[in-house]
């Protein structure tokens, strides 16, 4: 039986911090709605309908100009709600689809036309059964030649059995999440040290989103803050910063997405640091041809 989801925040508010000009959400997502989109039967969450008009909405408010949408497990391989969005967008939407091993080299080629520009792994116990590390392998191996990466979504203590192989892989690869580290184990944590050794390879990037998934203080986050800013400072080329709408799997406390804006303002403290983290570096990662 999977479990439902709280709603998104009826009422966000209005950031006080302005976003650059081309601020792009890196990592958000659509659902639904159920009755054009069905939900995964395996799915272990039911989220509630989160449609692209309302993510359009939201940017409006929040000041962010362009999108990269994530395919989430609730839809497991069908991308197709995705991929309607994206064609929806006049350009200012990509996309990161959820793909099984026996995809043929014709829908990744339809994918690729239809703005993907990645695939996502889950290793998260919530959402269900681990990616397969030989199916990993073989789709980073078909990927590549596409200028696709991968994106990995992880819990802190799968870090140390995943990083022989995420090292292995022959693409660029996106932390989801800061690696979702404890917020309240503080910067010298052994699992955020060993995230800051992976991004030592120019190869890995990482979120700096998810403040209200390593959070153990809850709202305003200000515990996760120093993660994003030390992550930011250390490589300011290879981070990337989305707002996690609408949230899934967020059972109490659903953010604001207007005060998670405003927490840019310590991760990314100056102007030069917001241009590159909401600009610069998704364009390059998913916009290459404008870079």
Not at 120 to 149: M, Q, S, Y
Not at 161 to 171: D, F, G, H, Q, Y
Not at 195 to 224: H, N
Request: with cysteine; hydrophobic share 40%; aromatic share 6%.
């Amino acid at each position: 039986m999977s479990s439902e989801n709280l709603p998104f925040h009826p009422n966000p508010s209005r950031p006080r911090l302005q976003l650059p000009k081309g601020a792009c959400d890196a990592h958000c997502h659509v659902f639904g709605p159920a009755a054009q989109f069905p939900f995964a039967p395996t799915r272990t969450y039911t989220p509630v309908d989160a449609p692209w008009e309302k993510l359009e909405e939201l940017h409006g408010l929040l000041g962010l100009d362009r999108t990269v949408l994530v395919q989430a497990s609730c839809h497991g391989t069908d991308n197709a709600a995705m991929l309607d969005a994206i064609a929806r967008s006049n350009g200012s939407c990509r996309g990161v689809a959820m793909v099984g091993r026996d995809i043929s080299d014709s829908e990744l080629k339809r994918l690729h036309e239809g703005g993907v520009r990645g695939i996502r792994f889950n290793f998260v116990t919530h959402l269900g059964k681990d990616a397969d590390i030989d199916t990993v392998c073989a789709l980073a191996e078909r990927i590549a030649p596409l200028g696709w990466h991968a994106v990995v979504h992880f819990e802190a203590d799968r870090l140390e059995t995943l990083a022989p192989v995420l090292k292995s892989l022959p693409v660029t690869m996106v932390i989801d999440h800061m690696g979702r580290v404890d917020a309240s184990a503080g910067l010298d944590q052994p699992a955020y040290r060993m995230l800051l050794e992976l991004m030592e390879d120019e190869r890995f990037w990482v979120k700096v989103c998810g403040s209200e998934r390593i959070t153990r203080q809850g709202p305003p986050y200000a515990d996760a803050v120093p993660f994003g800013r030390d992550l930011v400072a250390r490589f300011p080329d290879c981070t990337l910063w989305g707002t996690d709408w609408p949230h899934p799997n967020i059972r109490k406390d659903m953010p604001d997405d207007g005060a998670l804006v405003d927490l840019l303002a310590g991760i990314a403290p100056d102007a030069a640091a917001l241009q590159r983290l909401l600009v610069d570096n998704p364009t390059r990662l998913y916009w290459p041809e404008n870079a």
